[in-house]
T-cell receptor, first 114, second 114 residues
Framework: AQKVTQAQTEISVVEKEDVTLDCVYE???????LFWYKQPPSGELVFLIR??????QNEISGRYSWNFQKSTSSFNFTITASQVVDSAVYFC???????????FGKGTLLTVNP | GAGVSQSPSNKVTEKGKDVELRCDPI?????LYWYRQSLGQGLEFLIY????????KSGLPSDRFSAERTGGSVSTLTIQRTQQEDSAVYLC????????????FGNGTRLTVT
């Protein structure tokens, strides 16, 4: 069985603060894929990043960075110098290599206040 | 290019009525998913279609729910004898079909059962 846990239900920060969204996963597959999606107030889920289980290199894209650690089964997402436009619900998701069912966490509502 | 299109965007129905929700995936995408998003509940997997293979219906919550995908393209999710607990946003997504392919989501259908 697959499981994704996002322990932080809601986070509120002030603009320009750094914020880290936690994601912990469980899977029995040796090959798997991890994703982060953003759901702004408009409602449409937007793909942010994909990581496979064999690549533990951290990735940075502008103000976004991701820290994948197999040893702790975590795939955390950090936003540096947050902006109001970052306000959204962020979902972490897992797809085991043996099936195509993408399992989502319950999401973290991030509010960035001006 | 065109994204995933869902219709209607909003649907209000009376308890006990049947409803049909439609999804037009991105052209060329072989995989199609239906998810349900209830308030505070994250995304719940409903059903998955991949090419001509038998669909994975393991997430359908009851036999009142069914889905079809005609010609490997358009999909219809049908809910019979709707109940108030069916009220949610129903999201459709498509992908190229590999397990590492990101899902592209539509804007969803907000279903309200009165």
């Amino acid at each position: 069985a697959q499981k994704v846990t996002q322990a932080q239900t809601e986070i509120s920060v002030v603009e320009k603060e750094d914020v880290t969204l936690d994601c912990v996963y469980e899977t029995r597959d040796t090959t798997y894929y991890l994703f982060w999606y953003k759901q702004p107030p408009s409602g449409e889920l937007v793909f942010l990043i994909r990581r496979n289980s064999f690549d533990e290199q951290n990735e940075i894209s502008g103000r976004y960075s991701w820290n994948f650690q197999k040893s702790t089964s975590s795939f955390n997402f950090t936003i540096t110098a947050s902006q109001v436009v970052d306000s959204a619900v962020y979902f972490c998701a897992l797809n085991g290599g043996s099936n195509y069912k993408l399992t989502f966490g319950k999401g973290t509502l991030l509010t960035v206040n001006p | 290019g065109a994204g995933v299109s869902q219709s209607p965007s909003n649907k209000v129905t009376e308890k006990g009525k049947d409803v049909e929700l439609r999804c037009d995936p991105i052209s060329g995408h072989t995989a199609l998913y239906w998810y349900r998003q209830s308030l505070g509940q994250g995304l719940e997997f409903l059903i998955y279609f991949q090419g001509n293979s038998a669909p994975d219906k393991s997430g359908l919550p009851s036999d009142r729910f069914s889905a079809e995908r005609t010609g490997g393209s358009v999909s219809t999710l049908t809910i019979q004898r709707t109940q108030q607990e069916d009220s949610a946003v129903y999201l459709c997504a498509s992908s190229r079909g590999e397990p590492n392919s990101p899902l592209h989501f539509g804007n969803g259908t907000r279903l309200t059962v009165t």
